[in-house]
Nanobody
Framework: VQLQASGGGLVQPGGSLRLTCEGSGRSFAMYNMAWYRQGPGKVREFVAAITSNGVFSNYKDSLKGRFTISRDNAKNALYLQIHTLVPEDTGVYHC???????????????????WGKGTLVTVSS
């Protein structure tokens, strides 16, 4: 599976943004998917994950309520809706695909099967 994230850009604090991750290949729907981010000078951190059928999802605890992960398997697409952006949301957002459970994905944050090229989100006035 090849993945490519897009939708990043410069956003003012308080704004909203929707990131998209497009996947190639017929196997996209077989994978649980996740978003990670890496802020400047920070380690990469888990943001959210969603099951292959889109029914279940989980989030980094501190991000619940502002972030919503979703997917459309018919379009081979994964989304991340972000509301009320704050400067601390600045970073490169990557999508990833993995066959392990979303609980494991959230806990380990490493060794995922596939990673996509990230998209930069900058929150600044």
């Amino acid at each position: 599976v090849q993945l490519q994230a897009s939708g990043g850009g410069l956003v003012q604090p308080g704004g909203s943004l929707r990131l998209t991750c497009e996947g190639s290949g017929r196997s996209f729907a077989m994978y649980n998917m996740a978003w990670y981010r890496q802020g400047p000078g920070k380690v990469r951190e888990f943001v959210a994950a969603i099951t292959s059928n889109g029914v279940f999802s989980n989030y980094k605890d501190s991000l619940k309520g502002r972030f919503t992960i979703s997917r459309d398997n018919a379009k081979n697409a994964l989304y991340l809706q972000i509301h009320t952006l704050v400067p601390e949301d600045t970073g490169v957002y990557h999508c990833a695909a993995d066959r392990r459970t979303i609980e494991v994905i959230k806990r380990t944050g490493d060794g995922l099967d596939y990673w996509g090229k990230g998209t930069l989100v900058t929150v600044s006035s």
